[in-house]
């Protein structure tokens, strides 16, 4: 058990992790991103403030709009002010980095990872989808599997494709693409190099979407893809109006944890202070939810 010192230290340092261009404002989410009566959103727990969410930065609170620790349900996040319908699929929850997470396994019926749909994203405003994820086997060299993902009139997606005749790739290769958005020019960019990666090792991945011309990925908080669109500005007309978070079709099975939407797009140091404190939060023992 660490001393209330540790403890006391892991918190500041959460609360030291700054928004990108702090004097940025807080983003409204639209009406439209609230509620979809075609698909219901999945009720948020009554009384899940962010201040109680003790792996949510302090100085983040007023900023994340989806948070899903897989705690209290792996289908069920502690915030959705997004109003978002949430889908699971036969996943299980598993042993995560901090408390619960969220297990996808190779044979289960439902290929996807986890999906937030009635949502609409205005992708010409600053957003940072973040998540923790774990392969839990070794990986071959056609192993493949997703991270994150939105569609919308188009799609915006960072995975691993493996060994096969997709790109006649030879092992597994970093893809960050952005796709089929009207006058916007397509990125396919699997110029990153090979995406080996250790089973049993957390890791985080980060989109972030600013400037209505910027889509970068980072891993483990350093920048993986930085993409410039060309053709146009987004505007309000492109928004993503589902997000998919995890292994999509993955052979391997893949834990995930941490999910967090937030309306702000943070930088690459506020997201290693955020990856610092946390992994201090879960070495030490700290719940994921205070008991106030």
Known sequence: MRSACALALCLA????ATLAGSQAKTVAVPATARHDAATPATPAPAGVPAARCL???????DRVVYYHSFDTAVDRPEINTLGAKVLVGDAAGAPGLAGRGCRF????KNKRGLGLTGVALPLHRPWTLSMWWRLEAPMKAESGFGLISMHGKGFMSNFVAGKGPWCALREPTFVAQVYNWPGVSNINDIYEGPAWVEPAVWR???MVVSKGSQVRILWDGAPKADLALKGRLLTPADAAGSIEIGPGGSALPITIDEVMVLDVALEAGAIRDYMTAVRHLAAA???VLSAM
């Open 105 to 108: 396994e190779p044979d289960r």
């Open 285 to 287: 023992g700290v719940p």
């Open 204 to 206: 985080h991945a980060a």
């Open 13 to 16: 340092v959460a609360g030291t």
């Open 55 to 61: 792996y949510i930065p302090p100085g983040w609170a």
